[in-house]
């Protein structure tokens, strides 16, 4: 187990800076997501946290020690890759304790824990099997194993669904998940899924080009979204966006859209300019007594939902209503919004504006 803490951590290849002072704790025992599209820093935040790469700058603490420079062998962590990284000339009991037997333990003891955590992870009846002949899943359990048998501080997990077909990632996460609660953890994952991160991390960081964007739990992320490019990276559909030009005073508590008063959280800041009003599909109500309009363009049924795409003064929305719902394309219809849902977002910088709603996870963002 291990607290893990990283402090204006910076990474330069040549003229390019993969990450740009980075600042956030890991919790001892926490499951925490490092998430972001291809290219955003995050599997090199985890090389460095790992020891695979050095920062430029910064530094990183394990259990209060500084190991900002010391190499991936003196940081007790384990290191689990998308591609499995198994030895195939041997079988499943010789890779996941050949760790053990590297470290000179008695093998004895070896058979002991590569039982203990062959039975962990459903795996008995493979140990004897070549690693060439197994499934996906079962391959990705070998390299499970063969990390969690040395007992480090901290596992590092780069994209280790990433090879899965969309059914079966979606229980190797759940088993995942369930594997970090018993054994108390300290795990620190990378993914682009959004999904995943927000249905098994305990904290997420966002990034998007070596910066992080938001640092928080998964539904303050998805509920305060601290930058529009997190409302737009969070959530399927993403974030609706909808411009428009106003000045708030401190203590505004509704905007205007198209010249209908819209509520919104009450603003802990003025503003003055172009704003973008944010507002997630499900927080959108079809109403015929709103003078808010917008024209139906489409319809997508999902089975206990469907998604109405509709086009208003302010630009294009999509609303997640019931299935049972009768909409007709052509028809124009009100549309109302619950204003403690409402993000606005400075439409210059991404940030969103402080009001009641988010207040406190921008001041910690």
């Known amino acids: 187990m291990a607290e893990i803490v990283i402090r204006n951590l910076r990474k330069e290849f040549g003229d390019f800076t993969a990450v740009q002072s980075s600042s956030f704790r890991i919790e001892d025992g926490e499951f925490f997501m490092l998430l972001g599209p291809s290219g955003c820093g995050k599997t090199t935040t985890l090389r460095m946290i790992a020891g695979l790469e050095l920062p430029t700058s910064g530094e990183i603490t394990i259990d209060g020690e500084d190991v900002s420079r010391k190499p991936a062998s003196e940081r007790d962590i384990a290191f689990v890759f998308q591609m499995f990284a198994l030895y195939p000339h041997m079988n499943v009991r010789q890779n996941i304790s050949y760790p053990l037997i590297s470290q000179g333990m008695k093998r004895a003891r070896v058979r002991e824990k590569v039982a203990e955590v062959a039975g962990i992870l459903g795996i008995t009846d493979l140990l004897e099997r070549p690693v060439g002949g197994l499934s996906g899943g079962d391959r990705q359990r070998v390299a499970l194993g063969r990390a969690i048998v040395r007992n480090p501080k901290a596992f590092m997990m780069d994209e280790p669904l990433g090879a899965l077909d969309a059914e079966f990632r979606e229980h190797m996460a759940e088993e995942l998940r369930a594997l970090h609660d018993r054994m108390g953890a300290t795990t620190v994952y990378v993914t682009h899924d959004q999904l995943e ?3 098994m991390g305990d904290k997420i ?10 640092f928080g739990a998964p539904q303050d992320i998805y509920d305060k979204p601290a930058t529009r490019f997190v409302a737009d990276f969070i959530g399927s559909p993403s974030m609706n966006f909808l411009r428009l030009h106003t000045r708030l005073e401190t203590g505004a508590d509704s ?9 919104v959280p009450v603003m802990r800041e ?3 300019g172009d704003v973008v009003f944010g507002v997630r599909p499900e927080h959108v109500r079809l109403s015929d007594i709103s003078g808010y309009r917008g024209e139906i363009r489409a319809a997508e049924y999902l089975g206990t939902t469907q998604i109405v795409t509709l086009a208003t003064a302010n630009g294009e929305l999509k609303a997640r209503i019931a299935s049972d719902q009768v909409v007709r394309v052509g028809e124009t219809v009100g549309l ?3 204003a403690r849902t409402i993000t606005l977002f400075d439409n210059q910088t991404g940030r969103a504006l402080r009001s009641e709603l988010n207040e406190g996870v921008l001041a910690h963002g």
């Open 255 to 263: 905007v205007q859209l198209d010249h209908q008063d819209v509520g």
């Open 205 to 214: 960081v966002v990034m998007n080009h070596g910066v992080i964007e938001q």
């Open 197 to 199: 991160a927000m249905q």
């Open 270 to 272: 003025p503003f003055d």
């Open 336 to 338: 109302a919004f619950d």
